[in-house]
């Protein structure tokens, strides 16, 4: 990849690039289909593929255990590596860092017209939000087929679709792909959109590290869905040692998948942090940033020190698996335990990454469809900071029953049940604005009170799990499964199809179909608890987690689940066929404010300039003056002369 | 004004309120004695009965919690729907937006509430000598004589008989993908069959010889994780004879899903004869046992093979790991 300036004959301009600007355009910035873009980034992973497992074969098929076990996971490693380099490189990701490097001056990215920027790597925080979308879509569709495969396999306790490694390494797949897709599905999409619009910013702090967080996120589902053809993995999401060592090459993907995966999240957390904290506008004060925003801060805080264990921890394992190290051999004076704490510390904190995001778009969302005030807003933020800080605290409760010092077990205990005081805020926050309020029942809405409903059984039978003799019946098996399904997909992606159907008119200016959105809704909601309800009585009955054969008298629970959830993937494919039909195919002019909020972002123009406002506005107050007559405007948007476009700070292709 | 909002307030309040304390009590009361007696695992042992009590005392607790926020957000669905005729204007002023009393209020009982569970927890645990879980290589909470029983199964004159009060050492050794179960007290035999004398205080010894493996005695209220090089001990009490379900619980491997058995809880006098011929059966295969110990150490091909003179019937790994490739049995 060079980065070498050629011959062109047009200055490519757009909105923030200053037309006067007479410079040649360098190859990596031209915006014809001869610059970089998706398929030179295929071509950049395809080749890095191959070269990395050239040098691994290259490197070491001389030691004898690689000879002997005819298994190289060394080579395996470095072609995932070097895939992932490959990708970055063809995509133009390295453009700007190696230039800099070697004492070039930065080229800067372009910003291609039309529907090309959405293949490119583009800096505009509004284009990486749409790009987000469909790479959430495309993790959370392949992780839900290999659910729809989990449940075909558990209708019948003897009679198996799949045989007992083919199964075990669809769960592991499945588990995997979807805790990926959970810490972005709403960080990654309505995160990178929204926070600049919400907080009165032209873009985010570091476009760059945005864009790399995106595509690097990309880079980790090739990485882990590389696991199939490679094998699969038997060990689940959780990775367990010395399973772990034990594993084939499949292994070897799940460790870097999350290593990759681990890089964008601390990217996007960072980005977004430094971004809440530096980029509002003036007098957005820390009581005047709408509550998503601060779930979002909580959020990226617990992304940027929680993920460096994980990628620390998969590093261990990979250098265990490739150079011989026993970071997680026992026998060889490592210890199993240290993955379980390593890979906890990281689990706890990350299931509040895969929840904040949540309660943020529900408190975000109910002022809005109760014309009232969001109630005990101080109470929500600190909430969420609380539960942030805590969530460091708790891990040591996924391992009860694991043989650690049981002085620990009841201090976990406690930490664990004090989680639930800041959780629990968030129904404060919630019952309070519903409180004599005049509610507008739109899809939105719908699926904020679901959350609600969802996230009360998910967050009491994390009080069960919590207690030790409880636990002792409940850990390990379907009581464990349902309670974090009822969480993670009953809070968080019933939250993120709330913000959809709320914030997609803003990002699209079109209509998601409302009928549609209504069938969707309840199916989803109706399915979902038929699907994992029963699963708590499942696991209470005995039925450990990750088995493909059971008691013969779990049958008829685990068919009527397993008929649930093929209608609940049912109803994700209406939430697609919604999706297409009122995106793309009868698309349907949205209003300007179609739902009558007061927040910022929908104070600006539909489609959002790439600059977002014309003027850095100056916020006058919070956003939640619903049904409050005489209340002061939102933001003063200025009459003065517009800023000057191109100015430091005021760009969207400032250099990071 | 002000007025009139203050009687709708309480009337509000009331309304839910009521709905609320009807429906909790009916709620608890048909679940304390129709589900109750039912909540798994039942009351084989001292552990699960402990654990019977614990499950239905949180949902006694939880139920009006669901219900709570249920009725209320039924109620606001009926009563404040934009679309209900003649809907009440929002409610507007600074009580909209924080009102002390609330918030005081939930954050008053919410604390009170997870201390108290906290509490509960641990006393609990505590007294019912773990609760049946793992308690690690040192366990602080045991049954009385246990830690003389365990320091007693490590010399050769280990004993046990019936009806003395003693606490029977049971050796849980899992490997992909069978559990085995050892009888310190009884020679050092190992045995694929658990069979557990009735009244009796029992220490479960969980040990793994390859990856960590869970071992849950389902009915017994048992759970304790088996990790290689380590001894986890758990307690139970068994108070009814019967047979119960084992099953791994911990992912290790393709075949996990088949990783169970059963075992059974007979009468002291029937699990005395049991064990006592089953120990003259074996005395030829235990003495190539390895000598009873907490722990096994597989040599570097792992799975076991070093230590098992079965010919190794126990299954290894095919796929090398450290040093050089296995040789087949
Ligand atoms: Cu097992």
């Known amino acids: 990849m060079t980065i070498s300036a050629e011959p062109t004959t047009e200055v490519v301009t757009s909105a923030v690039v200053p037309p006067s600007s007479p410079v040649k355009t360098p190859w990596s910035q031209r915006s014809g289909w001869l610059s970089q873009h998706l398929g030179t980034a295929i071509v950049g992973a395809v080749l890095g593929y191959v070269f990395g497992h050239w040098l691994g074969n290259y490197v070491a098929s001389g030691y004898t255990y690689i000879a002997n076990s005819g298994q190289n996971s060394i080579a395996d490693a470095l072609a995932l590596i070097f895939m992932t380099f490959g990708w970055l490189l063809g995509i133009g990701a390295l453009n700007y860092p190696l230039a800099k490097i070697v004492g070039r001056s930065a080229p800067e990215e372009v910003i291609a017209k039309g529907w090309t920027k959405y293949v490119r790597y583009s800096t505009d925080h509004k284009v990486v939000g749409m790009q987000y979308i469909v790479g959430v879509l495309l993790f959370l569709f392949t992780g839900g087929l290999l659910a729809m495969a989990i449940r075909t396999e558990l209708l019948n306790p003897t009679t198996h679709v799949f045989s007992a490694d083919t199964y075990i390494k669809i769960v592991s797949e499945h588990g995997t792909i979807m805790m990926m897709m959970a810490t972005s599905i709403i960080v990654g999409p309505l995160g990178n959109y929204l926070v600049p619009l919400m907080i009165g ?54 460790l870097l998948g999350f290593a990759v995966i681990g890089l964008g999240m601390m990217a996007a957390g960072f980005n977004i942090a430094v971004t809440i904290i530096n980029y509002r506008a003036p007098g957005m004060t820390w009581s005047r940033v709408p509550i998503f925003v601060w779930s979002l801060l909580a959020t990226a805080a617990l992304l940027t020190l929680a993920t460096p264990v994980l990628f620390a921890g998969g590093l261990f394992g990979l250098l265990d698996k490739t150079a011989q190290t026993a970071f997680y051999v026992t026998e060889h004076g490592g210890s199993s335990f240290l993955w379980e704490n390593l890979f906890w510390f990281f689990g706890h904190p990350e299931v509040y990454i895969m929840a904040l995001p949540g309660f943020g778009i529900v408190g975000e969302l109910i002022p809005v469809f109760c014309r009232k005030p969001l109630f005990a807003y101080k109470v929500a933020a600190a909430g969420m900071i609380g539960v942030a800080l805590l969530s460091f605290f708790v891990w040591q409760h996924h391992l009860f029953q694991s043989g650690i010092n049981p002085d620990m077990r009841p201090l976990f205990m406690l930490t664990t049940e004090l989680i639930s005081i800041p959780t629990g805020f968030i129904f404060l926050v919630g019952m309070g604005t519903l409180y004599r309020a005049k509610i507008r029942f739109e899809v939105p809405m719908l699926f904020c009170m679901a959350v609600f409903f969802n996230f009360l059984i998910g967050g009491i039978t994390g009080v069960f799990l919590s207690d030790v003799p409880v636990n002792v019946t409940v850990h390990g098996g379907f009581f464990v499964l349902s309670h974090f399904h009822y969480t993670i997909m009953g809070g968080l992606l019933f939250a993120f199809m709330g913000g959809l159907y709320y914030w997609l008119p803003k990002m699209t200016g079109r209509m998601m179909n409302k009928k549609l959105g209504l069938v969707h809704f309840w199916t989803m909601l109706v399915f979902f608890n038929l699907t994992f309800f029963p699963m708590f009585i499942i696991g209470l009955l005995g039925q450990p987690r990750r088995v493909f054969t059971y008691a013969k008298n779990l049958q008829g629970l685990n068919d009527f689940s397993s008929v649930s959830a093929f209608l609940l993937g049912a109803s994700f494919l209406v939430f697609l066929v919604n999706f297409m039909w009122s995106m793309y195919i009868n698309p349907v002019m949205a209003p300007a404010n179609p739902w009558d909020s007061l927040g910022l972002e929908w104070q600006t123009a539909t489609p959002v300039p790439s600059y977002n406002f014309e003027r850095i506005p100056v916020i006058m107050t919070d956003p939640y003056h619903y049904g409050e007559v005489g209340a002061p405007a939102l933001a003063d948007f200025g009459d003065g002369p517009p800023a000057p476009l191109g100015s430091s700070s005021t760009t969207g292709s400032d250099p990071a | 004004m002000a007025n009139e909002n203050s009687t709708n307030e309480t009337h509000h309040l009331r309304n839910i309120t009521v709905i609320w304390l ?20 039942g009351t084989m042992t ?35 729907s934009a679309k209900r005729p003649g809907a009440e204007e929002p409610m507007t002023g600074p009580n909209a937006r924080t009102n002390k009393t609330a918030q005081v209020s939930w954050i008053v009982i919410t604390s009170v509430a997870v201390l108290f569970l906290a509490g509960f927890g641990t006393v609990e645990l505590v007294i019912s000598q773990g609760s049946g879980g793992g308690e690690g290589p040192n366990p602080i909470w045991t049954p009385p004589g246990a830690t003389k ?4 199964a490590l010399t050769p004159k280990a004993s046990w008989s019936a009806n003395s009060n003693q606490v029977l050492t049971v050796q849980v050794i899992a490997q992909q993908w069978k559990f085995t179960y050892r009888y310190p007290q009884f020679g050092g035999f190992e045995t694929t069959q658990l069979v557990l004398p009735a009244n009796t205080n029992i220490a479960f010894n969980v040990t793994s010889l390859d990856v960590i493996h869970s071992f849950w005695a389902y009915q017994l209220d048992v759970k304790a994780d088996a990790n290689p090089q380590q001894n986890d001990v758990a307690f139970t009490q068994t108070k009814q004879l019967g047979s119960f379900t084992v099953r791994c619980s911990e992912l290790c491997g393709i075949w996990h899903g088949t990783m169970f058995n059963s075992g059974k809880v007979v009468s002291e006098a ?17 003495a190539d046992l390895p000598p009873f110990a907490w722990t096994y150490v597989p040599d570097a091909n792992g799975a076991a093979g070093g230590y098992y003179t079965d010919g190794n019937v126990t299954p290894y790994s095919t796929v090398e790991i450290y040093g050089s490739k296995q040789s087949a049995p």
């Not at chain 2, 009807?22 to 695992?41: C, K, N, R, Y």
């Open chain 1, 201 to 254: 910013a032209r873009r985010m702090a570091f476009p760059r590290i945005e864009a790399f967080s995106f595509w690097v996120f990309i880079a980790g589902y090739m990485v882990i869905f590389s696991a199939l053809p490679y094998g699969g993995f038997p060990t689940g999401w959780t990775g367990y040692a010395p399973l772990q060592t034990q594993a084939g090459p499949g292994m070897v993907s799940y």
């Open chain 2, 46 to 80: 001292s552990s699960a009965k402990g654990n019977q009590f614990d499950f239905t005392f949180l949902c006694l607790m939880a139920l009006p919690v669901l219900i709570g926020v249920w009725v209320y957000m039924g109620y606001a669905i009926r009563i404040w």
């Open chain 2, 270 to 286: 029937a699990f005395m004869s049991w064990a006592q011929s089953t120990e003259q059966a074996n005395a030829q295969n235990t």
């Open chain 2, 149 to 152: 029983a365990e320091a007693a």
């Open chain 2, 22 to 41: 009807i429906l909790s009590v009916i709620v608890d009361l048909l679940f304390w004695f129709l589900v109750g007696p039912h909540v798994p695992p």
